[in-house]
């Protein structure tokens, strides 16, 4: 099983500022990595697939980058709605894992 | 608009079984992956199972929960049996962006909760 760390746990960051949040796989996952936001009371969200693509509808100021075994996910411009949790999840082989998470917070 | 509604969740005693639906609206069901994602209360999201031309199980629930798939109701099922306090979550549904490859996780259900417990 391929284990997914993300850091920090929390991360505490004035809005307008830059986020920065990183996830290490155990071994290597090419850019099969997805980054996910969810909101209190909400289902996930997918932010971010293939490494570095962002979905459907997801702001420019949502990025994703890395291959292999290091990750990272910045978010410029912190808004108010940006204060969640986020996740990565490999999907390079099975079983399918996520991160733990990092929290987000003003 | 993709769509995707849960039911079936509740309250159950250990050992016991449940059936969980989803059914998808807004896209065309049969050519996507589909999943459940779980969360436990407190706790990150872990997957537990897909089924696009093969079904996989998390080893968690492997041996009791049972994925399936009815394209032309354009449902996604979940049978969970022998269930245990540790499966007490919000169990998702959700549509992969792809078929046999690619299987980030493009929409969500709301979710629907299955409480485990005597």
């Known amino acids: 099983e391929i284990v997914m760390t993300q850091s920090p746990a929390t991360l505490s960051v004035y809005p307008g500022e830059t986020a920065t949040l990183s996830c290490r796989a155990s071994q290597s996952v090419s850019v099969y990595l997805a980054w996910y936001q969810e909101k209190p009371g909400q289902a996930p969200r997918l932010l971010i697939y293939?490494?570095?693509t962002r979905a459907t509808s997801i702001p420019a100021r949502f990025s994703g980058s890395g291959s292999g075994t290091e990750f990272t996910f910045t978010i410029t411009s912190l808004q108010s709605e940006d204060f969640a949790v986020y996740y990565c999840q490999q999907y390079h082989s099975w079983p399918l894992t996520f991160g733990g998470g990092t929290r987000l917070e003003i | 608009e993709v769509q995707l509604l849960e039911s079936g969740g509740g309250l159950v005693q250990p050992g016991g079984s449940l059936r969980l639906s989803c059914a998808g609206a807004g896209f065309t069901f049969s050519s996507f992956a589909m999943s459940w994602v779980r969360q436990g209360p407190g706790k990150g999201l872990e997957w537990v199972s897909t089924?696009?031309?093969?079904?996989y199980y998390a080893d968690s629930v492997k041996g009791r929960f049972t994925i399936s798939r009815d394209d032309s109701k354009s449902t996604l099922y979940l049978q969970m049996n022998s269930l245990r306090a540790g499966d007490t979550a919000a169990y998702y549904c959700?549509?992969?962006?792809?078929?046999?490859?690619?299987?980030?996780?493009?929409?969500w259900g709301q979710g629907t909760l299955v409480t485990v417990t005597s």
């Open positions: 089924t696009s031309d093969t079904t």
């Open positions: 959700a549509k992969s962006t792809g078929k046999n490859s690619g299987h980030a996780f493009d929409s």
């Open positions: 293939g490494a570095s």
